[in-house]
């Protein structure tokens, strides 16, 4: 059971110049810890339901190419991409960029966008949840034809693509490892099976509702003929891993018995402390869990 660190919030400190160094300072001692990977949010605003709209956030791919310049080992990625937020193409080369800084860590996360008051208050088009679920299978598309040794067109219902270049195409192999993050039933675990190789679902509704969601995704693939085994199943766990260590630790077991081989946890704390913690307190006893 691998570990990842969802860092989501800018706002301990308090002070905006102790952003960076705070971010460092976690970043890289959660991967001294054995941390596998390290993802951050894809907003402008910070998420109105949980904080104020008005607390620090920074834009996502510019965080991970300052943590990729700090780490050597953890995957980077962005949890998720919010497909609206970027041309496919120029999303494609961004995830291509960081590959090849980070010497091939990236993860492309990407998910439909939700988050509307960002999109009005910053002039990002909004529009049907059917289509942004349109546009997000045609950004798959993109994305993988970008990934390979077709540079010729892409012409969707959504979006023309006159040359689909791509130098240097990214060092992982065969191309940036793709994480559709969500849990709906009708689309989102579709195109999981379609065109994923991890998906990302939300632990709220604890491990029956993923068992579920698992079940629902075995049954896509099925209708797909893709073969269930060859995705990475990942969760956010929705409890602190310090506050409740056992606890904690018996649901990721209930996990892994799922077949889940990466929890995501979030920071409650000054983000230095949690990273600390988590080397001190919960991996040594996390690589007991198969």
């Known amino acids: 059971m691998k570990l990842g660190l969802h ?48 607390e620090p956030m920074l834009e996502a791919y510019t965080t991970l190419g300052y943590v990729a310049a700090k780490t050597q080992r953890m995957t980077l990625g962005v949890l998720v991409t919010g497909v609206m937020y970027r041309y496919p193409g120029l999303l494609a080369k961004t995830v ?22 960002e999109q009005l208050g910053l002039g990002v088009p909004v529009v049907p949840v ?8 045609e950004t798959l598309r993109i994305c993988l034809q970008m990934w390979s040794a077709d540079d010729g067109p892409f012409n969707g219902q959504h979006y023309q693509l006159a040359e689909t270049i791509n130098s240097p195409q990214p060092l992982s192999r065969p191309h940036p490892p793709i994480m559709i993050g969500g849990g709906g039933e009708k689309k989102t675990l579709l195109l999981v099976a379609r ?3 991890a ?16 079940d629902v995704l075995r049954g896509h693939c ?20 310090l506050d409740d260590t056992d606890g904690f630790l018996a649901e990721v077991s209930a996990y892994a018995a799922l ?17 600390q913690r988590l080397g001190d307190e919960v991996l040594p006893r996390l690589a007991d869990i198969g």
């Open 130 to 137: 059917a289509e942004r679920f349109e546009r997000l299978e």
């Open 7 to 54: 860092y989501w919030n800018y706002s301990t400190p308090a002070e905006p110049a102790a952003i960076a160094p705070t971010l460092a300072e976690a970043a890289t001692t959660a991967e001294q810890a054995g941390v596998a990977s390290f993802t951050v949010m894809d907003h402008f605003f910070q998420m109105d339901a949980v904080f104020a709209a008005e």
């Open 199 to 214: 998906c990302n679902l939300f632990g709220r509704g604890g491990t029956d509702d993923v068992a579920r969601k698992l």
């Open 195 to 197: 065109y994923a190789d």
């Open 222 to 241: 099925a209708t797909e003929g893709r073969d269930y085994d060859t995705i990475e199943k990942t969760v956010v766990a929705d409890r602190s891993p």
């Open 259 to 275: 077949g889940v081989t990466e929890v995501q946890v979030t920071p409650d704390r000054h983000p230095v402390e949690f990273a």
């Open 96 to 117: 291509s960029t960081l590959d090849v800084l980070s010497g091939g860590r990236a993860r492309l996360g990407i998910g439909a966008s939700w988050y509307e008051r």
